[in-house]
């Protein structure tokens, strides 16, 4: 069954370094999203993407975050400037298009540990 | 916020049938009900969707009221496997909205024993 692959599966960064998470949709999927995950807390929405540009992101998407999708094929979220409230997992999502009643394929996530 | 009531736990013996009930008293006439589910800090899993008849596939069953205001899943056999936090969400689909973002609560944390 195809998957969301994303790496690396745990980073451990310093507050005030920049971070790249890496994610791999699946290949025929048009619509991609972000999630993350505070350790304890709710599954949050960041941002999603077609069509090589943001259709909507969330208030905690600021302008320390951006994302992209350089290739075609990786789409990627970048925060440029880590604080330590950034720690959490990490969730790339993808889904085939609209047109239909379709579930996400969310990836495995990215822990991301901020010191 | 969320549009769903969930129980914030609930516990399941190996092997029998989990019901998880789900009261979305809210939702309008459009919107789908998708239940998803989290396995410790893995990243959510699809399980079903579906908008007034009752559904079934390879993982669940999909019971909604007549009146929509409630559902239920159901897990027919559990295994320890399916110990998990279960999400309900009610969504408009994306061929009337585009796609749209998921609203997850806090769902309710199945644990099934042995």
């Known amino acids: 069954e195809p998957e969301v692959t994303q790496t690396p599966s745990h980073q451990v960064t310093q507050m005030g370094q920049e971070v790249i998470l890496r994610c791999v949709p699946i290949s025929n999927h048009l619509y991609f999203y972000w999630y993350r995950q505070i350790l304890g807390q709710k599954v949050e929405f960041l941002v999603s993407?077609?069509?090589?540009?943001?259709?909507?992101k969330s208030e905690i998407f600021d302008d320390q975050f951006s994302v992209e999708r350089p290739d075609g094929s990786n789409f990627t979220l970048k925060i440029r400037s880590t604080k330590l409230e950034d720690s959490a997992m990490y969730f790339c999502a993808s889904m085939p298009r609209t047109g239909g009643t379709y579930g996400y394929t969310f990836g495995s996530g990215t822990r991301l540990t901020v010191v | 916020d969320a549009k769903t009531t969930q129980p914030p736990s609930m516990d399941c013996a190996e092997g029998r049938a989990a019901n998880l009930p789900c009261n979305h008293s809210?939702?309008?006439?459009?919107?789908?009900v998708y239940w998803y589910r989290q396995i410790h800090s893995q990243g959510p899993q699809y399980i079903i969707h579906g908008l007034k008849n009752n559904e079934t596939n390879e993982m669940a069953s999909l019971i909604i009221t007549e009146d929509r205001k409630s559902s239920t899943l159901i897990l027919p056999h559990a295994t320890l496997r399916d110990t998990a936090v279960y999400y309900c969400i009610v969504r408009v689909p994306d061929y009337l909205q585009g796609a749209q973002k998921l609203v997850f609560g806090q769902g309710t944390r199945l644990t099934i024993n042995p």
């Open positions: 809210t939702i309008s006439g459009n919107e789908y």
């Open positions: 993407f077609y069509n090589n540009e943001i259709s909507e």
